[in-house]
């Protein structure tokens, strides 16, 4: 298999799934990063290949995939290197995957992501600053959303439909986000799922003898895919300290700290950090092409030059 792209925002905690499975699996995929701060998931050519305007999305030639959890299955399925995902789903470590794997994805990290960012009060520890820039936007979200949606269901009317979902979505996304008491209790609801995975590790070490066990035992799978970028949200937004320390579940403490050792955790983990580079290349894209090619060879130097000076 060698057609794959893969459309996707790096900071998208939907899309850093996808980007983990296709990391875990060694798969050779195209990078195709959709600027949703600056709407390019609204465009109509996007739109017609899924039409609910988000990312994740997944092509294999004219084959078409969206949603990650369906991007999972389908590159866990065929691209035939790495370590299987998804265990047959009528074993036993099958059946605790596909368990652990609807536990985490019920956890409502939208409303966790941006309540959080609109009463930042309730992060323990500071959000990431990439985070706090979020909150001048998020006032204006609504209403930039459904002007910018609007026009474009005027003028592309094949897609009104979608487009008119897309603004009723988003106004009701924002409802829930303002909504302090909702967030809280959602904050709240996550004490019960990281109280899950703390003894679901347990178990594991007692009853497999492994010391530094994944959800499953040693291998790494779609459950794991799940939480490891739950935590990563959860530790952007400064809530680490409050869901796990080494006094407070250590033995998820244990297990985020081993997910930086992990190759495609930091590979997804980089590409995040990138973003600033690629608004500014973006930006600068717009204005010349030809001093972005300047810049892209410089810092390709640098990069180089780092490496190699690397201690």
Not at 73 to 90: A, C, F, K, M, Q
Not at 278 to 302: N, T
């Amino acid at each position: 298999m060698s057609d794959l792209t893969l459309y996707y925002f790096p900071a998208s905690y939907y899309s850093q799934r996808a980007l983990l499975a296709l990391y875990e699996k060694n798969a050779k995929f195209k990078h195709k990063v959709v600027f949703i701060h600056s709407g390019d998931q609204n465009d109509p050519t996007y739109m017609r290949m899924n039409p609910a305007g988000q990312v994740p999305v997944l092509t294999d030639g004219k084959k078409v995939i969206i949603e990650s959890d369906a991007v999972i299955r389908y590159v866990d399925e065929n691209v035939h290197t790495g370590s299987t995902l998804i265990p047959d789903e009528s074993s036993l470590v099958g059946k605790e995957v596909t368990r652990l794997w609807k536990l985490i994805n019920a956890v409502k990290v939208e409303i966790v992501t941006f309540g959080v960012v609109n009463f930042q009060d309730l992060s323990k520890s500071g959000l990431h600053p990439m985070a706090q820039g979020m909150k001048g936007s998020l006032g204006k979200r609504y209403d930039e959303i459904k002007k910018n949606i609007t026009a474009l269901a005027d003028k592309y009317p094949d897609l009104r439909d979608a487009y008119n979902v897309k603004i009723e979505s988003a106004f009701n996304f924002q409802q829930n986000y303002q909504n302090r008491e909702l967030v809280v209790q959602v904050l709240n609801d996550l004490e019960k799922t990281f109280d899950e995975m703390e003894r679901t590790l347990k178990k594991v070490i007692e009853e497999q003898g492994v010391s530094d066990p994944w959800l499953v035992g040693p291998r790494f799978t779609a459950a794991d895919i799940a939480l490891t970028t739950l935590l990563d949200r959860i530790s952007f937004l400064g809530l680490a300290e409050r869901y796990f320390t080494p006094e407070v579940r250590p033995l998820l403490y244990s297990y985020f700290k081993r997910l930086g050792t992990r190759k495609s955790v930091q590979q997804v983990r980089a590409g995040i950090a990138g973003i600033p580079r690629l608004f500014i290349l973006r930006k600068l894209k717009k204005s010349s092409p030809f001093v972005v090619g300047a810049l892209a060879v410089g810092i390709a130097a640098a990069v180089a030059y780092n490496i190699v000076n690397k201690k």
